[in-house]
């Protein structure tokens, strides 16, 4: 029986959730998992999975900012966030010496790996899209990125390989040589059923993310909600035993229990994330989304969709609820992204078999 631990990185929520259907695989090849992390993406595994053993990592607790530049923020944080790989890589090799661990899967916790046992990096950034005036810095931080991720036995990419795919240039890696990088397709924490669901809702805002952006985007949309004549249900995406403020609100819901919400609603409204866009492909819905600012991944996301027709995507401090359900109805949604657990089959086999 191979002894695995999962650890994803605590910048919302997207990197745990698509750990859920690669802890499930685990789970179903009868493996011994563990999970490790910080913050609220340890929280939400743990409540997925109540049953498992967690490990508290250093926390690499990023600060987005209410205005102002997200790249000089995030600039600012780099010494800390250098400190937490180191912190979290000492934390691996102690975990590996006391035993009980025959392979480490990372989700973009760049020191959470082992030279001892085989080490999984996953991220669908290989290339970490950088703001326009920095773009001189774009080949300078994908080195830099491809430099740390080489430290692991293999590099999964949860995403289609080559195009049409999800993520599209997000993935890409140059000429950089000596990366093992398996595409695993896209993951996503549901799994639909064969029978259709009744609508419930005409629309279901999801908000998640860093505060304070998380709160900025809540109060720029409820308020419209509220007015709108719309049947609508509202997920905060926040951990707490209060009550949600209104009766349309919850603050949290398993994976089980959010499915049952998206799939009954005619549409979706929610961050451009790239776990919520296999989430959403997952589920073949029409989405408006609303990047965070300042998050390049996000934007570039946000607009590739947009371009290509599927998903409709406004900026935050431009949203107006009536014009996006206006303009949302001219997407298609998503209705044709291929999904097989094939490619995650074939990765874990590779892995497990060192």
């Known amino acids: 029986m191979k002894r695995v631990i999962v650890a994803p990185l605590d910048w919302g929520l997207g990197h745990a959730s698509r750990c859920i259907p690669i802890i499930r695989n685990l789970l179903a090849r009868r493996c011994e998992v563990a999970i490790a992390g910080s913050g609220d993406s340890l929280t939400l595994l743990r409540a997925e999975f109540p049953s498992l053993a967690s490990v508290l990592l250093p926390g690499y607790d990023p600060v987005y900012p209410a205005k102002g530049s997200m790249a000089w923020k995030m600039a600012t944080q780099l010494p800390h966030f250098i400190k937490t790989i180191a912190d979290e890589h000492r934390a691996a090799e102690a975990l590996v010496t006391r035993g009980g661990i025959d392979v480490i899967i990372s989700d973009n916790r760049y020191g959470f790996r082992s030279s001892r046992v085989p080490s999984v990096f996953i991220t669908h950034q290989s290339n970490i899209m950088m703001p326009q005036r920095f773009g001189w810095l774009q080949n300078v931080v994908r080195q830099m990125n491809h430099r740390y991720i080489s430290k692991f036995t293999r590099c999964w990419i949860p995403d289609l390989p080559g195009k049409p795919n999800l993520a599209g240039d997000l993935t890409y890696f140059g000429n950089t040589t000596g990366l093992k990088v398996d595409h695993i397709g896209p993951l996503s924490r549901f799994e639909p059923g064969a029978a259709p669901v009744e609508k419930k809702y005409d629309l279901v805002a999801i908000f998640s993310g860093p505060e304070p952006q998380r709160t900025l985007l809540e109060e720029k949309v409820v308020?419209?909600?509220?007015?709108?004549?719309?049947?609508?249900?509202?997920?905060?995406?926040?951990?707490?035993?209060?009550?949600?403020?209104?009766?349309?609100?919850?603050?949290?819901?398993?994976?089980?229990?959010?499915?049952?919400?998206i799939e009954a609603s005619d549409l979706v409204l929610a961050r451009s994330g790239y776990s919520t866009v296999m989430d959403m492909a997952a589920l073949r819905k029409k989405v408006i989304f609303i990047p965070t600012p300042g998050q390049t991944e996000q934007q570039y996301l946000a607009r590739q969709l947009m371009e290509s027709g599927m998903a409709f995507s406004v900026q935050q401090q431009d949203f107006d609820l009536a014009d996006a359900l206006e303009k949302s109805g001219r997407y298609s949604g998503f209705t044709s992204v291929p999904l097989s657990h094939h490619a995650l089959d074939k990765a874990l086999d590779i892995i497990l078999s060192h």
């Open 223 to 261: 308020p419209q909600l509220r007015t709108s004549g719309l049947r609508y249900r509202v997920v905060r995406g926040i951990f707490s035993a209060a009550a949600a403020p209104e009766p349309h609100q919850v603050n949290f819901l398993t994976s089980h229990e959010l499915q049952r919400v």
